[in-house]
């Protein structure tokens, strides 16, 4: 079974600053992509980055980037320029890749508490 | 515009009573999943529907039963409430996987608030 797992329960910093925020999963799967979901207050789940596996090129969204390190089964969010409307929790998920059909079960770390000050 | 629609938004319950989360979505997905969320445990998958007429088991099912009445709703149902059940359920829905065209994203609801007293 897979399992993700991130070590920082919460993190602090103030606007404009760049933030990093860690996950590592365990794996015996070669195949399987890798996101992170912000939750701000209002509860809901929006996806924010995605990686696929076979791509070494790390996956970037404007002020936000990943860190992939596939031997390590590291996967961190880097977000640059801080903004107050980052404040939210993130979710660090693992999805196996099920062929052409099928659920796309995600497996999802216990989340980082990120609060960005003014 | 809706996406995911989850009702109702909040709910107590006493222990024992029933009640049944319904969840529709309007994008044409054949996958559908229920999740619960718990301080300091992320999101854990309850039951999933891969399509229409199908349900499994995700790591957390005792206690919860669903139905995939179309492939529009997906249900959960607490036939006898307990407070270990207390918690804020999310369901989801997505494509199914097309590896070169289908970005993996689910597509959450807003959640529904459960407390067991």
């Known amino acids: 079974a897979q399992t993700v797992t991130q070590s920082q329960p919460e993190m602090s910093v103030q606007e404009a600053e760049t933030v990093t925020l860690s996950c590592t999963y365990d794996?015996?799967?070669?195949?399987?992509?890798l996101f992170w979901y912000k939750q701000p207050p209002s509860r809901q789940m929006i996806l924010v980055i995605r990686?696929?596996?076979?791509?070494?090129q790390n996956a970037t969204e404007n002020r936000f980037s990943v860190n992939f390190q596939k031997a390590a089964k590291s996967f961190s969010l880097k977000i640059s320029d801080s903004q107050l409307g980052d404040t939210a929790m993130y979710f660090c998920a693992f999805m196996k890749f099920k062929g052409s059909q099928g659920a796309q079960k995600l497996v999802f770390g216990q989340g980082t508490r990120l609060t960005i000050n003014p | 515009n809706a996406g995911v629609t989850q009702t109702p938004k909040f709910q107590v319950l006493k222990t024992g009573q029933s009640m049944t989360l319904q969840c529709a979505q309007d994008?044409?997905?054949?996958?559908m999943y229920w999740y619960r969320q718990d301080p300091g445990m992320g999101l854990r998958l309850i039951y999933y529907?891969?399509?229409?007429?199908?349900?499994d088991k995700g790591e957390v099912p005792n206690g919860y039963n669903v139905s995939r009445l179309n492939k529009r709703e997906f249900s959960l149902r607490l036939e006898s409430a307990a407070p270990s059940q207390t918690s804020v359920y999310f369901c989801a829905s997505s494509e199914s996987f097309i590896w070169t065209a289908n970005t993996g994203e689910l597509f959450f609801g807003e959640g529904s608030r459960l407390t067991v007293l």
């Open positions: 990686q696929e596996a076979y791509k070494q």
């Open positions: 529907s891969a399509s229409e007429g199908t349900t």
């Open positions: 794996t015996s799967e070669n195949n399987y992509y």
């Open positions: 994008m044409n997905h054949n996958s």
